[in-house]
């Protein structure tokens, strides 16, 4: 069973004083629609926190984050510090069932990193999670995935994308408290990779892997 379904949205660190940069290219070359802006994600928090900006290309986004320094350093400014100006954070995948998803994840030995964020995004309720970083090291610095689930909106709508302070400032504490705990650990622990496994064949032509057959070379007629 193919869990996911699509690439809901793509996150960019921003270096300081450049989202404005950033969202001119994703909305005046790129063709997007700046549908969300949120200059402080954590507004009350004394320590850091970070803009949220989000861009709606129909049917995926783009979020732009950039960070707030205060008592102490961003964890997004220590991602640009680490990856570059602009750095993919994280890719959102829209899952067909999140709940059954994460059981199964959490099966296979993979780790969350956190509790399941739920809130109504005007549509219905929309479900978010977010795993552990791809690489051991700070919970600030790795890249990792996000896992969501988006309420049915009806074809009249379009494949909205919603994005909230709430769920900026959830994802934000979650990897705040991780770096605090000094929590470490990535998404998977591959030795728990059984040792007979082994790459499947691949199907170009099954349905879950679009494709399509060739054309024929030039000269050539396609058999019946």
Sequence with gaps: MAWLTKVDHVTYACA???????????IEVEGGTLIRRIDDVRPDALDSSMKLWCID????????VEGIDRLKKSQVTQFVERHGD???QHVAYACRDLEEFRGHLERMGGRCRGETLV?????GT?????AKGYSTG???EST??????RPEIPDAEGGRISFSRQAGQGFYDQIAAAVDAVDEQPVFDFAAVPAHWRPPEPRPGHPRSPGREPSPAPGRRRPN
């Design 16 to 26: 300081r004083d450049t989202i404005e940069k950033w969202a001119w290219f994703h």
């Design 119 to 123: 809130r109504n995004d005007g549509f």
């Design 144 to 149: 990792f995935p996000e896992y969501l689930e």
């Design 138 to 140: 700070n919970a600030g």
């Design 57 to 64: 290309y129909g049917d995926f986004g783009v979020a732009l």
């Design 126 to 130: 929309l479900k978010q999670m977010f």
């Design 86 to 88: 602009h750095a993919c």
